[in-house]
């Protein structure tokens, strides 16, 4: 990997628990001990990857506030030149989007808090797809340049800024519009998983969402061709799935890879 070309890793399970978080975070540190620039962006609104890594700055500093996270982010100076979260990016009405602020969390990993508000940009996506689409343009006339890929773009452009070899997307656990854009323009997608029934049923139901956001994103591809924000040329690869295996005896945790960078065959192995 380069600064020129950061790569992207999507880090996607429909269930929580099976440790999407813990493996974005130990493979984001690895990365920076290898010397690679790597950024992490939080996209849960829980917000628990925030909490990992600056967990000790938040209990010294904001111990006594109601909402510690939000304390610890007021805190922090963003200025004008940078945007608070990814929320932030994409809400923002600017035709050039600006970087978000990313914290260092140590030498070559940054990190880009997640907000309370991301679930609200599942709506807004939708709200601006219906108005890109060919049925309301035929209607309406001209309609001005969709933005829905702009989540790709304001992440490429915070990873630009601070010459980023590889970004790291912890996403929240459900099938939601603003997954469905993080995961098909990123590079490669990992799942987390654990050897349950229920997990095993939510395997299913996943591979189904990303084959629909497959179509789906394949049209926009084409009534957005014109917008300031296009969709990347590139689909996700599939580097592989993590089957956590809990021990109750002895709480050591194994950890197994599956087959990776292929192109997604969608289908359940």
Not at 74 to 84: A, M, P
Not at 120 to 144: C, R, T, W
Not at 181 to 208: A, G, K, N
């Amino acid at each position: 990997a380069n600064s020129s070309s950061p790569k992207i890793i999507a880090f996607y399970a429909e269930k929580g628990g099976v440790g999407k978080t813990t493996l974005c975070t130990t493979i984001g540190y690895t990365l920076a001990a290898f010397g690679y620039r790597t950024l992490i962006y939080d996209c849960d609104a829980q917000r628990s990857l925030t909490s990992w890594i600056f967990g000790n700055n938040i209990e010294l500093n904001h111990s006594k506030s109601p909402n510690r996270i939000d304390a610890f982010s007021e805190g922090i100076n963003y200025g004008t030149d940078y945007h608070k979260t990814l929320y932030e990016q994409v809400i923002c009405n600017e035709s050039q989007v600006k970087p978000a602020k990313a914290l260092r969390a140590r030498e070559n990993l940054y990190v880009v808090m997640g907000s309370r508000n991301i679930p609200k940009l599942d709506k807004i996506i939708v709200n601006l797809e219906a108005l890109s689409s060919s049925a309301f343009s035929a209607i309406a006339g001209n309609i001005p340049n969709s933005k829905t890929a702009k989540p790709y773009h304001s992440i490429m452009r915070t990873a630009e800024h601070y010459k980023i070899d590889f970004v790291l997307l912890d996403l929240n656990p459900y099938p939601g519009i603003l997954n469905r854009c993080l995961i098909m323009s990123s590079h490669y997608i990992i799942v987390p998983t654990f050897p349950d029934t229920f997990s095993r049923e939510t395997l299913h139901t996943m591979i189904e969402s990303l084959q629909e956001w497959r179509n789906e994103i394949n049209q926009l591809k084409e009534s957005t061709n014109r917008s300031d924000f296009k969709w990347p040329p590139h689909s996700p690869k599939f580097l592989g799935y993590i089957l956590s295996m809990f021990s109750q005896n002895n709480k050591r945790v194994r950890q197994e890879t599956g087959n990776g960078n292929q192109d997604i065959n969608w289908s359940a192995k």
